[in-house]
């Protein structure tokens, strides 16, 4: 059974940084696109980041382009989202999610389309 297990969220003031991580098990990690979506309370969840297996090309929606940073340890099936100069903004439930299909972020139209998905972390920023 595919499983993705976020951490890293919590409490932090604008300014900060926080590190989520995201560890699969129960698919091959090594042949899964990986992305990083977050949902603010009443909005739609968006997709914030993507990154391919195998060349780690990696895709930002503009408003983290320059703060956050993805990337991934094949050898500790984990992906990173390293989230810097994190502004009010960002509180959201950040959510990790694969494509079981594709080693490319853009396989798909949209990160919503994913196969797997974990159950979510927190992530609130204090003015």
């Known amino acids: 059974e595919a499983q993705l297990v976020e951490s890293g969220g919590g409490l932090v003031q604008a300014g900060g940084s926080l590190r989520l991580s995201c560890t699969a098990s129960?698919?091959?990690?090594?042949?899964?696109?990986i992305g990083w979506a977050r949902q603010a309370p009443g909005k739609v969840r968006e997709g914030v980041s993507c990154i391919s297996s195998g060349d780690g090309s990696t895709y930002y929606t503009d408003s983290v382009r320059g703060r956050f940073t993805i990337s991934r340890d094949t050898a500790k099936n984990t992906v990173y989202l390293q989230m810097n100069s994190l502004k009010p903004e960002d509180t959201a439930v950040y959510y990790c999610?694969?494509?079981?299909?594709?080693?490319?972020?853009?396989?798909?139209?949209?990160?919503?389309?994913?196969?797997?998905w974990g159950q979510g972390t927190q992530v609130t920023v204090s003015s």
């Open positions: 129960g698919f091959t990690f090594d042949d899964s696109a």
């Open positions: 999610a694969a494509d079981g299909r594709s080693m490319s972020w853009s396989a798909r139209s949209t990160i919503h389309e994913y196969d797997y």
